[in-house]
């Protein structure tokens, strides 16, 4: 994956905390609204990984109003190092702050007006937001409540070092992307079909991660073409290598692949939360291959793979 050398990078869609203190054991461990919540085991980070969702749009949009007490924001050397996409090419941090650009341009195309862009909260080690407190531990996620998306960036390389995953700039951006369709599910009311604490293969929540999966990949097949307020694209070229390595990604946090894996060995399809790695990879070729949101209603179909 490479980004555009000229291009110019917009900070202004981070809000930088990493300096700014944790949440002090104040409030439990936030879920971000996807997660099952089971903190101080090792397995939490990868059953919540690229986990958000949850019910109903919160307030709070494009503010810091979930942050706690004592965290501040300060994005200049965010602003001072990531000017452009020479920066993202040679910085991790700087790379996701296109990432995060380049996805709500796209969903600002495609969704006009219905589209309303919110931030990405990059923490360290731990936060406190509307859904509670969170560790680096919960993975990236999407809150509802305050309808942010929040990061430790060191997950990239848990990722590779936990997860085995093959990693790079790519498989981040659909990280990133996955996020930021939950963002969009909570602003089209996608999470009103999910019932809250539902698990199982055909379950709404199965379906509501699955569609994220197939919302990032639509991003994916346009990120060459989408262009930023200059009019041009920030991503430059995005290869089959990067597509296959998003797919490794993808097929080591289906839920199948965690249990039997990195949980008890056992898999049981009446918890899953995510879908199969088989499930996670298809919809996420569904998203890139069509290019369309609309072939992404998991909602509408018997089979999801």
């Not at 965290?71 to 050397?77: E, G, I």
């Amino acid at each position: 994956m490479r980004y555009s050398e000229g291009g110019s990078l917009d900070t202004s869609n981070v809000r930088d905390v990493r300096g700014g203190g944790g949440f002090g054991g104040r409030r439990g461990v936030a879920v971000g609204g996807g997660g099952l919540g089971l903190v101080g085991l090792v397995v939490v980070v990868l059953i919540q990984v690229l986990g958000g969702g949850g019910e109903g749009a919160g307030p709070g949009l494009g503010t810091l109003s979930g942050l706690g007490e004592g965290q501040t924001t300060d994005n200049a050397r965010l602003e001072q190092n990531c000017r452009t996409g020479a920066d993202a090419n040679e910085s991790v941090e700087c790379a996701v702050v296109a990432d995060i650009e380049s996805v709500q341009d796209f969903w600002s195309r495609t969704l006009g007006e219905r589209y309303v862009p919110t931030q990405t909260v990059f923490f360290s080690g731990s936060v406190q937001t509307s859904c509670g407190g969170a560790t680096s531990g919960s993975g990236p996620f999407y809150c509802p409540a305050d309808q942010l998306v929040y990061i430790d960036l060191s997950f990239f390389d848990q990722l590779e070092q936990q997860f085995g995953a093959q990693g790079g700039l790519f498989v981040n951006a659909y990280i990133i992307a996955h996020e930021y369709a939950h963002h969009v599910q909570n602003l089209l009311g996608t999470n009103r079909q999910v019932t809250p604490g539902e698990t199982g293969p055909a379950s709404g929540t199965v379906r509501l991660e699955l569609q994220a999966d197939c919302y990032a990949g639509a991003w994916a097949d346009h990120a060459e073409t989408v262009p930023d307020d200059s009019g041009q694209p920030l991503i430059a070229e995005i290869t089959e290598d990067d597509i296959n390595r998003a797919l490794d990604a993808a097929g080591r946090i289906g839920d199948d692949f965690i249990q039997e894996n990195l949980g008890g060995g056992t898999v049981d399809q009446d918890a899953f939360t995510h879908g199969s790695s088989e499930q996670r990879q298809l919809w996420f070729r569904t998203g890139y291959e069509t290019g369309d949101p609309r072939a992404c209603d998991t909602f509408a179909t018997d089979d999801l793979g």
